[in-house]
Each structure stands twice: as C-alpha cells, then as structure tokens.
C-alpha cells in the first residue's frame, strides 16, 4: 500500500502551528518568568529562613548556634545582591521583548500566507531561524541572571536542605512511642533497617535511627503482614515500638560499608564497649553512611554541648555528678552511665533503686 505525499497545504499549517506555540512559548520566555521566578524563590527563602529557625528552637532543637547568625548573614548578602539582580533582569527582558515584535509581526504575515506554500516557505525558514535564535538569547539571559548568584544561592540551598532535615527529626521525635528525657535533645533521624544477624533478611524490622545527645535509640515503625491469601497480603498492621537504646558513651567506634548489587546502600555497624545493653548493631540506613559515623563519633565526644543555642539545666548536671558511686544498700560499685534527667538508678546486683 502507498501512502500519498503530505499536502503543502496541510504541511505547511502543521509548520505555522508549531511555530505559533513557540512564539507563545516564547512571550513568557522572553519575559524571564523562569529566573524572576527563581530570584522570588530565593529571597522568600533567605526572608523566611529566621522565623523558621525560630519555629524549630520552640519545637526543641538547641544545637547549632551558629544557624541564627548565618540567617542573619544571609539577609545582608541577599540584600547586596538583589538590587543588581533585578536590574538585570528587567534590563535582559527588555531586550528579549523587544527582540521579539518583529517575529510577532512576521507570523501575523504568515498566517495570510497559510494558503499559498510557495509564497510562504522563506518566511518559515527565516522565522525557523530566529526562533532558534531567540530561544538561545532567553537561555543565556537566564544563565547570567543566575550565575550572579549561584554561589550564593548554593550556600541558601545547603542550609534549607539541613533545616528540612531537623524539621523531619522533630516531627519523628513528635511522633516516637518513647519519651526524651529532661534535658535531652535530638541531634538527626534516619530511615534505617535493624539487621539483627548483621545481613539485612527479609523480616528484619524497619523503622526509625535516632541520635540524641545522650542515645542511640532504634523504634520499629512499619506496617506488617498479619494474614496472606495465597501468598498476598490481605490484612497489615501498624507497629511502633522502641526496639533498642543504648547510651552514646557506650559507643566503642562505628564502621560503615556501601553494600547492595549496585554498592548504593549505606550501612553502618556500631560496637559497643564490654557492659553495655548490646554488644554491636548493624543498621541500614537512607542516609551517607560517612555522615551518620560522624554524627554518632561527634556526640560521644559531646562535642554537641559545646553548641547548644540554648544551655543545659544546670540542675541536672549537678544531679548527674552528685549520684553515688556505691550502691547504699550492698555497697557494690554502680559501673552504670547516668544519663541527665534520669531520676532513678537501679543496682544490678542487689535490684536497689536509687533516687536521684
């Protein structure tokens, strides 16, 4: 079977649409909505980052003291920056408009030509030609607009990404089945999976990695297979449990490895010193795996305290150093570590409780 050759006619409306979106394309183009849009962005990023920490501090998280000075610092930049922004931005897009009136003026001649190919080819041609043209000036309008500020905007990113992060750890913590303790402040929370036999199974609990100033906690939070109908899932339930703690100052030291057929998955594993609750636990987590050692080495070395916006209760320190070093009742040595805010300590050889 033959097929016919297309129709001049027909072919040359389907050139004359293509070019009409385009050239509507290109008026809001040329207008530079995408880089004025992503200056707003911007500023309502570094305007708003302040009120936001704000927020976060009232929620409960007391480290990094430097945040509010570097919000701070962030609006002065900006501040220095945006009036040459804006004038370039208004600057590039009268140029563009004007750029393209005369493309504008040429389709409305096009359109009188839909009905004579031969007449109209050369206009389609040059309008083809400008078009492109046209498109590559509104590209590189928008990559000088933003290359006055990539840095910059770098740095605001960065930022916005960590305050994301300790709004999902206070939202985890606003939602775990266990209680902080008095004084006691959440530092991250991971996505992670509890490998009990040190390979991730199947059936290994999924959940939540929580490092406090104080702990390494593990809460179990899934939704897990009740009943099956051939092989099927028909019925799940909700768990949330803490399955594990163990307090920071127990941690011996914390390897990681990239595991997976791809080596794209970060897992850490964490030793603890002779005496504590568990001996190692390894952990798959969504996070960098370098980052997460970090974070657990820095808090052993309570190196966290040294940067809390808002000071420990010294009340509770005080209470910490004032616990007896013996038990009262059958004089044994107490090895255990007090945590602050803990109100009770319980020998572990005569099951005396003490208070604190």
Not at 74 to 97: D, E, M, T
Not at 136 to 164: C, P, W
Not at 211 to 238: C, G, H, N, P, S
């Amino acid at each position: 079977m033959t097929t016919s050759p297309p129709n001049p006619i027909q072919q040359l409306a389907s050139e004359i649409s293509a070019l009409q979106s385009k050239i509507g394309q290109l008026q809001e183009g040329v207008r530079l909505k995408t880089a004025r849009d992503a200056v707003e962005d911007l500023q309502t990023k570094v305007n708003g980052m302040a009120q936001r920490l704000a927020g976060l501090r009232q929620r409960g998280y007391v480290f990094e003291k430097e945040l509010e000075p570097q919000a701070a610092d962030f609006v002065k930049q900006w501040q220095g920056l945006y009036p040459s922004i804006q004038q370039q931005v208004n600057v590039q897009a009268a140029q563009l408009q004007a750029a393209l009136r005369p493309l504008e003026t040429q389709m409305t001649q096009l359109g009188g030509l839909r009905n004579n190919p031969m007449a109209a080819r050369p206009l389609v041609a040059s309008l083809k030609a400008a078009v492109a043209t046209l498109e590559g000036q509104v590209s590189a309008a928008e990559r000088t607009i933003a290359g006055m500020y990539d840095r910059f905007s770098n740095e605001v990113s960065k930022a916005d990404r960590h305050l994301s992060d300790i709004e999902q750890l206070l939202a985890d913590l606003a939602e775990a089945s266990f209680p902080l303790l008095p004084t006691e402040a959440g530092i991250a929370s991971v996505k992670a999976v509890w490998c009990k036999m040190g390979k991730e199974q199947k059936d290994d609990p999924e959940g939540v990695l929580f490092l406090t100033d104080q702990r390494l906690i593990f809460e179990q939070k899934e939704k897990v297979t009740t009943k099956k109908v051939l092989f099927v899932a028909t019925e799940k339930q909700k768990v949330q449990a803490l399955q594990w703690e163990v307090p920071v100052a127990l941690v011996d030291r914390v390897q990681t490895s990239k595991q997976g057929l791809m080596k794209n998955e970060d897992h850490i594993e964490v030793r603890f010193v002779s005496g504590a609750p568990r001996e190692v636990v390894h952990l798959h987590i969504w996070e960098s795996c370098d980052q997460w050692q970090a974070l657990i080495q820095r808090a052993k070395a309570k190196e966290f305290d040294k940067d809390r916006a808002i000071a420990i209760d010294q009340s509770e320190v005080d209470k910490v150093k004032a616990a007896p070093s013996q038990c009262p009742s059958c004089g044994a040595n107490l090895n255990q570590v007090i945590l602050r805010g803990q109100d009770t300590l319980k020998c572990e050889y005569c099951g005396y409780v003490i208070r604190l």
